[in-house]
Nanobody, 115 residues
């Protein structure tokens, strides 16, 4: 059984920074991709940033230049450094890892940016 545990998130003023972390545990043979998604109230879940193992790193246009994703495939961890936060970044953020062609999700962590 694979589990993803997230940490970080919280309340911050606009312009501030937060760091999200996610660690996978359990029977992990290979990770094909690791990333972060977010879902704001009344909106669909959207991709924020993703690392394709052996491929590239992708960011949503709305976060380019402000957010940085980093991953440790060997350590089964992924982090998201969020700088220059805006009120529109307010959402529940979900860690995602593609492990053995199966998408695994964290429980979500709330990020609230005050204007």
């Amino acid at each position: 059984q694979v589990q993803l545990e997230e940490s970080g998130g919280g309340l911050v003023q606009a312009g501030g920074s937060l760091r999200l972390s996610c660690a996978a545990s359990g029977s992990i043979f290979s990770i094909d991709a690791m990333g972060w998604y977010r879902q704001a109230p009344g909106k669909q879940r959207e991709l924020v940033a993703v690392i394709i193992v052996g491929g590239g790193t992708y960011y949503a246009d709305s976060v380019k230049g402000r957010f940085t994703i980093s991953g440790d495939n060997a350590g089964n961890t992924v982090a998201l450094q969020m700088n220059s936060l805006k009120p529109e970044d307010t959402a529940v953020y979900y860690c995602n890892m593609e492990i053995g062609n199966i998408a695994r999700w964290g429980q979500g962590t709330q990020v609230t940016v005050l204007s």
